[in-house]
């Protein structure tokens, strides 16, 4: 079992849908949760950043913890052509770690 | 643009032959990181360096090492190529190995490798 499970997609939504994007772990020890984006041919690029449980917004993104149940969420509003992008989520344990452990990532494509 | 480059863009070697792959971090950084990214698959940690020094390691033979230098460059070398390298190789750079809020890796845009 991987330590990060995420649905490759693809996911596929007309421009100004709400899209949900989400990953599931196993590892109790990861305290810091980010949501990558990357465009075909580039590397990834932060989109959010979240210490521990909880919400965290930021223009039209929403990031989401749940420790309990160990899934984290991205969520993306009034959804637009330019998003069409593959979504990493990642996490990392706690300090002096920095060994990013990455899910397979979701393809996404908003059409017009 | 996050201000980490990568050299080269591109690259085909044979398997057996060895690869040097160039990485020049965001200014100010004193820590990279490499990763392995196979076609549809999420990134793979190889190592860290900081303050020129190994920082930690993930699952890669030792085939796979690293240099950096004082002036934020690193380098990824690969001996002995197998068919199985051939990815998208990114380097990271971030201002300090802890993982807090103030220590993002920012990502260069990679160099893709193919083994034939």
């Known amino acids: 079992q991987k330590e990060v499970e995420q649905d490759p997609g693809p996911l596929s939504v007309p421009e100004g849908a709400i899209v949900s994007l989400n990953c599931t772990y196993s590892?109790?020890?990861?305290?810091?949760f980010m949501w990558y984006r990357q465009y075909s041919r580039k590397g990834p690029e932060l989109l959010m950043y979240?210490?521990?449980?909880g919400n965290k917004e930021d223009g039209r993104f929403t990031a989401q913890v749940d420790k309990s149940s160990k899934y984290i969420s991205l969520f993306i509003r009034d959804s637009q052509p330019s998003d069409s992008a593959t979504y990493l989520c990642a996490m990392t344990r706690s300090y002096n770690t920095d060994k990013l452990i990455f899910g397979t990532g979701t393809r996404l494509q908003v059409f017009p | 643009e996050t201000g980490v480059t990568q050299s080269p863009t591109h690259l085909i070697k044979t398997r057996g032959q060895q690869v040097t792959l160039r990485c020049s971090s965001q200014?100010?950084?004193?820590?990279v990181s490499w990763y392995q990214q196979a076609l549809g698959q999420g990134p793979q940690f190889i190592f860290q360096?900081?303050?020129?020094?190994?920082?930690g390691r993930g699952n890669f033979p030792p085939r796979f090492s690293g240099l950096q230098f004082p002036n934020y460059s690193s380098e990824l070398n690969v001996n002995a190529l197998e068919l199985d390298d051939s990815a998208l190789y990114l380097c990271a750079s971030s201002l300090a190995p802890s993982g807090g809020a103030s220590d993002t890796q920012y990502f260069g845009p990679g160099t893709r490798l193919t083994v034939l």
């Open positions: 360096y900081y303050r020129e020094e190994e920082n």
């Open positions: 979240t210490y521990s449980s």
């Open positions: 200014s100010g950084h004193n820590t």
């Open positions: 590892n109790s020890a990861f305290q810091y």
